[in-house]
């Protein structure tokens, strides 16, 4: 990706003077929240008769990815950041991850899901950053952690509104922004709010914003 763009730390979804600290536009959101018992039985029953997201290629109004690569949310939330919106037109042309995206696009999720874990070189580049963090790394890769991260984007095709997990059946679709609207303006901000809420955590929440 470009250097021209890159994460900065969203310190209040209120505060009209920590906000404005964000560059404009801010191209994507990534949250970053404690999971419970109550929120993965509530994510259960929504996705229960929810259908399969099929879509690929010029059907799509955003592309998402599967996620089938244990505790690594924190990449799919980087992917989906990176791959949707006007963030697509800072991937450097024949870099790896323009290559992935081309590679991805037309395929169904779980074929778009298998490139992802069959990428030596993502997963070598991940490892890598993923390393000089100061969270602890679980001994067994397949062992549960407590945080989870979701990313929204605004669609480079029809101006919506996003919400991208990969654990989920497919996008979330937030509604129509306006055509001058980011991701950080007053329908963005209200869609995190109301995630939150929905969480009923009242800590332990972080938000990342994909910038100039």
């Not at 600290?21 to 996705?47: C, G, H, M, Q």
């Not at 690929?56 to 998402?64: I, L, N, Y």
């Not at 509104?161 to 306006?178: A, F, N, V």
Request: charged share 25%; with cysteine; glycine share 6%.
């Amino acid at each position: 990706l470009s250097s021209a763009l890159e994460f900065h730390d969203v310190l209040s979804l209120d505060d009209a003077n920590l906000l404005a600290l964000v560059p404009r536009p801010t191209l994507a959101l990534i949250l970053v929240f404690p999971t419970s018992s109550d929120y993965e039985t509530e994510i259960a029953n929504k996705d229960k008769d929810a259908v399969e997201y099929t879509k690929s290629g010029e059907k799509e109004d955003v592309v998402w990815y599967r996620q089938t690569i244990n505790n690594a949310c924190g990449l799919y939330g980087i992917l989906h950041a990176v791959s949707n919106g006007a963030a697509r037109d800072f991937i450097v042309p024949g870099s790896h991850l323009a290559q992935l995206l081309t590679s991805c696009a037309p395929l169904k999720s779980l074929d778009r899901a298998a490139v992802l874990e069959e990428d030596e070189q993502l997963e070598a580049t991940y490892k890598a950053v993923a390393l000089q963090g100061d969270s602890e790394v679980p001994t067994n890769p397949e062992d549960e952690v407590d945080f989870h991260y979701v990313c929204f984007v605004k669609s480079h095709k029809n101006s919506h509104l996003y919400e991208l997990d990969g654990d989920r059946k497919g996008p979330i679709d937030w509604g129509l922004l306006g055509p001058d609207d980011d991701i950080l303006s007053e329908k963005g901000l209200s869609a995190v709010r109301e995630f939150i809420r929905r969480v009923s955590r009242s800590m332990g929440f972080s938000l990342l914003a994909l910038a100039p």
